[in-house]
């Protein structure tokens, strides 16, 4: 079941399965303050996913946006939800969450907060981001020196939808996020791929294809063994994950959603 923590954790952009071992001739971007403004979620959005191997449903995900204030800042706080169903979790229990609390001005974290329980493993910390002084405070090691602009694993995907899944983006050129995950920093790094139509529940939808830049040997076997398909409208939200892995091929699917932005209009008829 050590393959199933494996999934529920990537669908988080979880950095530890992910590498930046890309060669200096790819085109690459690391994510700056914002320069141009989109809004592509709002407080009160919620998406449910649910993690099939085949017509076995294994596993279930949640993302969550809400207004909030923290320390005097308007914040929409980000929460991210991983775990186990059925069999699977009789089997392997999961309960990860994961939390961002981002400055709705900058797009950027203020506080991030991981806490993991995988089995009988548990791991838990919360880390606050000092923009003036470029330094974040981990509660399990204390203040680490950052680069300017680092986001934490779900904030780089929030800021993506707003300042990153474009048009501006060439078929190939791959997008990086610095970011500061298990009290490392560690650039994020996606591909993309163009765009692409896709069969869902709610029909045959238009998406931008990205693959995350995996690690070769770990769970992976090649650098293309994840892909992720965002919608071409301007919510810019994730309708499939898949992972090829020997053991198989793993699909998350958006099953639900509510509270968008917009109006979901990357349905091709």
Same mark, same amino acid.
């Given at each position: 079941?050590?393959?199933?923590?494996? !999934?529920?954790?990537?669908?988080?952009?979880?950095?530890?399965?992910?590498?930046?071992?890309?060669?200096?001739?790819?085109?690459?971007?690391?994510?700056?303050?914002?320069?141009?403004?989109?809004?592509?979620?709002?407080?009160?959005?919620?998406?449910?996913?649910?993690?099939?191997? $085949?017509?076995?449903?294994? @596993? &279930?995900?949640?993302?969550?946006?809400?207004?909030? !204030? #923290?320390?005097?800042?308007?914040?929409?706080?980000?929460?991210?939800?991983?775990?186990?169903?059925?069999?699977?979790?009789?089997?392997?229990?999961?309960?990860?969450?994961?939390?961002?609390?981002?400055?709705?001005?900058?797009?950027?974290?203020?506080?991030?907060?991981? +806490?993991?329980?995988?089995?009988?493993?548990?791991?838990? *910390?919360?880390?606050?981001?000092?923009?003036?002084?470029?330094?974040?405070?981990?509660?399990?090691?204390?203040?680490?020196?950052?680069?300017?602009?680092?986001?934490? !694993?779900? +904030?780089?995907?929030?800021?993506?939808?707003?300042?990153?899944?474009?048009? *501006?983006?060439?078929? $190939?050129e791959v997008?990086?996020?610095m970011t #500061?995950?298990?009290?490392?920093?560690?650039?994020?790094?996606?591909? #993309?791929?163009?765009?692409?139509?896709?069969?869902?529940?709610? @029909?045959?939808?238009?998406? #931008?294809?990205?693959?995350?830049?995996?690690?070769? @040997?770990?769970?992976?076997?090649?650098?293309?063994?994840?892909?992720?398909?965002?919608?071409?409208?301007?919510?810019?939200?994730?309708?499939?994950?898949?992972?090829?892995?020997a053991v @198989?091929?793993?699909?998350?699917?958006?099953?639900?959603? &509510? $509270?968008?932005?917009?109006?979901? +209009?990357?349905?091709?008829?």
């Amino acid at each position: 079941m050590r393959k199933l923590t494996t !999934i529920l954790t990537a669908f988080f952009f979880c950095a530890n399965l992910l590498a930046a071992q890309e060669e200096e001739k790819d085109t690459v971007f690391i994510a700056p303050y914002p320069t141009t403004s989109h809004q592509a979620y709002q407080g009160g959005e919620r998406l449910v996913f649910k993690l099939n191997y $085949g017509i076995v449903t294994g @596993g &279930k995900a949640t993302l969550t946006v809400s207004d909030s !204030i #923290y320390n005097n800042t308007h914040i929409h706080h980000v929460v991210g939800r991983g775990v186990t169903v059925g069999i699977a979790d009789v089997l392997y229990k999961i309960r990860d969450r994961y939390e961002s609390f981002i400055d709705v001005e900058t797009n950027q974290p203020v506080k991030a907060v991981r +806490s993991i329980r995988e089995g009988r493993y548990r791991y838990y *910390n919360e880390v606050e981001y000092n923009r003036d002084s470029s330094q974040v405070m981990s509660k399990k090691s204390g203040v680490h020196n950052v680069q300017e602009g680092i986001l934490d !694993i779900l +904030s780089a995907f929030y800021f993506a939808r707003n300042h990153k899944f474009n048009d *501006n983006l060439q078929v $190939g050129e791959v997008i990086e996020f610095m970011t #500061y995950f298990s009290d490392e920093n560690f650039p994020l790094r996606i591909r #993309y791929r163009g765009t692409e139509v896709i069969k869902t529940n709610f @029909g045959k939808v238009v998406c #931008y294809k990205f693959s995350p830049v995996t690690e070769v @040997g770990r769970a992976f076997k090649t650098e293309d063994d994840m892909h992720v398909w965002i919608t071409k409208d301007k919510n810019r939200i994730p309708m499939r994950v898949r992972f090829d892995l020997a053991v @198989g091929s793993f699909t998350c699917n958006l099953e639900e959603f &509510k $509270g968008l932005k917009h109006p979901f +209009s990357s349905v091709k008829f």
